[in-house]
């Protein structure tokens, strides 16, 4: 009887979600726990990287879900970043509600302001930093700057559990190279970033994809939001 107010509650303010949340319950402690994220209030994560590696392209993707972003051309994110409301995206299988909380620009002064006030305030379950084959050196300062503000934030840092680095443009860079000879480049920061990992608790990851053509796009934000779910599917 009390299972049925509470779907009939739970139906009329959410829809199917509340039927959802009824099942949940009846599961469990920790499906209800990663219900709440997932479908009301939506997963905390942020997106950083040097600039035009496809941030705003990306956080875009995942609003509309669309399997191309050919001619989606934004302009430069300006100073202080631009906010971003919680949207529902289908990642996988089934529909998350995301929380990015702002769009940041690229540009090494926004790294010390932007990237630094957006981690404090979004407090992320999941970072997903973005690289390309371009700019080797300036993007190698961004990757330390993210590892060296993940180790510094304290309270920032304890609800992370997963970074993805996402190298992008792979329809410009996969003819003549490959994953793992890109991230050649980058090899004491990916030492460094699965040194951090293990310690604080978090998992990383490296994957490629092409965002505005939509290839590995679909996976790749499949095992992040997996990762940084309450209850991994």
């Given at each position: 009887?009390?299972?049925?107010?509470?779907?009939?509650?739970?139906?009329?303010?959410?829809?199917?979600?509340?039927?959802?949340?009824?099942?949940?319950?009846?599961?469990?402690?920790?499906?209800?726990?990663?219900?709440?994220?997932?479908?009301?209030?939506?997963?905390?994560?942020?997106?950083?990287?040097?600039?035009?590696?496809?941030?705003?392209?990306?956080?875009?993707?995942?609003?509309?879900?669309?399997?191309?972003?050919?001619?989606?051309?934004?302009?430069?994110?300006?100073?202080?970043?631009?906010?971003?409301?919680?949207?529902?995206?289908?990642?996988?299988?089934?529909?998350?509600?995301?929380?990015?909380?702002?769009?940041?620009?690229?540009?090494?002064?926004?790294?010390?302001?932007?990237?630094?006030?957006?981690?404090?305030?979004?407090?992320?379950?999941?970072?997903?930093?973005?690289?390309?084959?371009?700019?080797?050196?300036?993007?190698?300062?961004?990757?330390?700057?993210?590892?060296?503000?993940?180790?510094?934030?304290?309270?920032?840092?304890?609800?992370?559990?997963?970074?993805?680095?996402?190298?992008?443009?792979?329809?410009?860079?996969?003819?003549?190279?490959?994953?793992?000879?890109?991230?050649?480049?980058y090899s004491n920061e990916v030492k460094r970033?699965?040194?951090?990992?293990?310690?604080?608790?978090?998992?990383?990851?490296?994957?490629?994809?092409?965002?505005?053509?939509?290839?590995?796009?679909?996976?790749a934000m499949s095992v992040f939001f997996n990762?940084?779910?309450?209850?991994?599917?």
């Amino acid at each position: 009887m009390m299972f049925n107010i509470i779907d009939q509650v739970f139906t009329a303010i959410f829809g199917r979600t509340g039927k959802d949340f009824v099942n949940a319950l009846a599961r469990g402690a920790d499906d209800v726990y990663d219900f709440v994220y997932v479908r009301v209030l939506g997963l905390p994560f942020i997106v950083l990287g040097a600039r035009q590696t496809g941030k705003t392209t990306l956080i875009e993707w995942l609003r509309q879900n669309v399997a191309s972003m050919d001619d989606f051309s934004p302009a430069p994110t300006p100073p202080g970043g631009d906010a971003v409301g919680s949207f529902t995206s289908f990642i996988g299988d089934e529909s998350l509600r995301l929380k990015p909380t702002r769009d940041v620009g690229g540009e090494y002064e926004m790294w010390e302001t932007d990237w630094v006030e957006l981690f404090r305030e979004a407090r992320p379950r999941g970072i997903i930093f973005m690289i390309d084959h371009t700019d080797l050196l300036k993007q190698k300062d961004a990757f330390n700057f993210l590892m060296n503000l993940i180790e510094e934030e304290k309270e920032s840092q304890r609800g992370l559990r997963a970074v993805l680095v996402l190298v992008n443009k792979s329809d410009l860079w996969l003819k003549t190279t490959s994953l793992d000879k890109l991230m050649n480049g980058y090899s004491n920061e990916v030492k460094r970033l699965h040194n951090q990992a293990e310690r604080l608790g978090y998992k990383a990851m490296i994957q490629s994809s092409s965002v505005a053509t939509g290839v590995g796009v679909r996976d790749a934000m499949s095992v992040f939001f997996n990762a940084i779910r309450p209850n991994a599917r």
